[in-house]
């Protein structure tokens, strides 16, 4: 189990989606629909999402999926 990241209550968290080839080489992934708590965004052609992190202080799942991509392992994001 990995270290979880921190975001603030009721603030944004920036994020980048990368899809794997084989290889292991990362390439931006657009039009991923990413998620955290209620809120959702989908990423531009950079891969990037801005999301509102909930208001209430917890630990949430972040994850991001795409049709024709394999789901995202879930990154835990704790809410301060």
């Known amino acids: 189990m990995g270290l979880a990241s921190t975001a603030a209550a009721a603030g944004s968290l920036k994020v980048r989606v990368l899809g794997y080839d084989n290889e292991g080489r990362g390439t931006p992934v657009r039009g991923?629909?990413?998620?955290?708590?209620?809120?959702?965004?989908?990423?531009?052609?950079?891969?990037?999402?801005?999301?509102?992190?909930?208001?209430?202080?917890?630990?949430?799942?972040?994850?991001?999926?795409?049709?024709g991509l394999v789901t995202s392992f879930p990154e835990t994001i704790v809410v301060r």
Do not use: C, M, Q
């Open 32 to 67: 991923a629909i990413v998620t955290l708590g209620s809120d959702f965004a989908s990423t531009d052609a950079g891969g990037h999402a801005t999301l509102i992190t909930p208001s209430e202080r917890g630990r949430y799942s972040l994850t991001a999926t795409r049709n």
